[in-house]
């Protein structure tokens, strides 16, 4: 016998697959949603149906984008003569939120990680290096996780971008986030901000 | 302009109205599903605008209920002289895992709240009573969350069933859940748990 309405009991299991939610958290969002009015459900799973027609990956730099053409390969917008490597498509909204960056965008759409048997034919580095010959790119900057595989990607990018002649590679500082205290940061960070100083 | 694309935004919308999503649990969801096989995305959609078809309330005891009869009206499985009281169906699928109780439910569907100006009105409370004459009832089990919402709502069912002639009312019981210890519980749970100490 299963606990609740057999329905229910398929909606949660849906909910389950999302990320970090176990039975509890699926559970309040399905008893949530039986409360919800049948308008607002259609819409929900209309945005859900035509999600993958309405946001796709520009072939170019593989960011997700809508119809029209991409805001982010715009040359009269951008400068070609940087090119920052990201990981995903929310790497980028989290970047242009800054409004600290006006050059091209190219998104990996995966990291290096054995253990999920992720090799770097994931990563389509000709492609990637096909484009920085194309557009003239004068540096790269690599914005990665600062996790293992952040820093097995960026490692293997350098070694593959190296052969491209005069281009600057680089990567996003490590170091102490803003409104941070010493005393709570862990040692690794640290070391990275030391060494990582700057002269004032 | 927009952070994400505008379709992406509606969705992360009306993720945030579920309890307890914030905007990066919500965009989190929503860069998830982006990754979903289409096929799935039609399920889940199919799930959300099917559900208020295929779930219920019981009119007479308000639980869910799919098609046929509500399992827990049925007189031949159920003992109709216990009816308890609980605020949502929620609660009752949390009781029927104990395999404890094998009486009848009736569930509220709200709790007193002056706050969320829930009055009694919205207990319904002349369809409880007569449903508890008619059944013949002999003891009625309180069985409501302990806030300050629950307590109020079993003061006030109390005082209301006090009327019914020949009736014990009661209310599942306070105290150290299992499993824990004295120091870490809270005083107020202590106090109760010492009112209500058992014999051994």
Known sequence: MTKFPSHLSSLIAFLRKWPGVGSKTAERYAFHLLAWEQDELLQLADLLVQMKKKIFPCHECYALMEEGDCRYCNLSMRDPRVLCIIASSKDLFALEETHAFKGLYHVLGALL?????????????DQLKSRIERLG?????????????????????????????????????????????????????????????QSL
Request: glycine share 6%; proline share 5%.
């Open 113 to 125: 990680s054995p253990l999920q048997s992720r090799n770097p034919h994931a990563l389509k580095i």
């Open 137 to 197: 790119v004068q540096e790269v900057i690599i914005a990665l996780d600062s996790t293992l595989e952040g820093d097995a990607t960026a490692l293997y990018l350098k070694k593959e971008l190296e052969t491209l002649p005069l281009l600057k590679v680089s990567r996003i500082a490590f170091g102490l986030p803003l409104n941070s205290t010493l005393d709570f940061i862990d040692g690794g960070t640290l070391i990275k901000a030391l060494i990582g100083r």
